[in-house]
């Protein structure tokens, strides 16, 4: 029997190898938005990540005819008023610029001491089938921002995000450890187990 086929819903390469990394171990074929260039951009419109995800999810599952995972995630920082949350990714403009959104939060942050920059990533995922039905499940991490950037692996806010148990970014961690403890892999783990669901019930179809 072939693989079932499973699209990540991102045209983000990072995030497409990060999340492909995390779902090691599943007997499917991963693929990704780029696979389907003509697909319509999904508006993220949603009051909050699990909306987000849901949209995500069930669009591109509809537009593919495939199974299909998406996630929404992002940061919140409690002193800015748990900002800038669903809009962690453009925070700075709507072009998306990982360096922009971190130089404007550590300009928002600037004289306010490590002990006051409590903040936590947070990650829904959607798991959604063409026939609309779809499952949520959410993880997060909680930390602190840094006063400036440190590492250079990962992406989006993975430089000023300190893991208080390791006292290092998730730049500095690297993606082992990065993803053994992330908000991501938190909720993969849980997605995971729906997707080996779906994977049993098509093989015994």
């Not at 599952?61 to 992002?74: L, Q």
């Not at 004289?111 to 829904?124: D, E, Q, V, W, Y």
Request: hydrophobic share 35%.
């Amino acid at each position: 029997m072939e693989k079932m086929e499973l699209v990540i819903a991102t045209k983000n390469r990072k995030k497409e190898k990060e999340l492909a990394k995390l779902l090691n171990g599943l007997n499917v074929k991963i693929l990704s938005l780029r696979d389907f260039p003509d697909m319509p951009e999904v508006e993220e419109n949603g009051k909050n990540f699990r909306a987000n995800a849901i949209k995500k999810a069930v669009a591109t599952a509809k537009y593919t005819g495939k199974v299909c995972i998406a996630d929404d995630s992002g940061l919140e920082v409690e002193i800015l008023g748990n900002r800038p949350g669903i809009y962690s990714s453009r925070f700075a403009g709507e072009e998306k610029n990982d360096e922009k959104n971190m130089e404007k939060l550590l300009r928002e942050l600037r004289g306010i001491p490590l002990s006051k920059r409590n903040a936590r990533f947070r990650c829904a995922v959607a798991v959604a089938r063409p026939d609309d039905r779809v499952k949520v499940m959410e993880g997060r991490c909680e930390g602190i921002i840094a006063l400036k950037k440190r590492g250079s692996s990962g992406f989006g806010y993975d430089p000023v995000f300190i893991v208080p148990g390791y006292n290092k970014t998730f730049a500095d961690l690297g993606p082992e450890i990065k993803n053994g403890i992330s908000h991501r892999a938190r909720a993969l783990k849980k997605a995971k187990k729906i997707i080996c669901g779906i994977i049993e019930a098509q093989e015994n179809s």
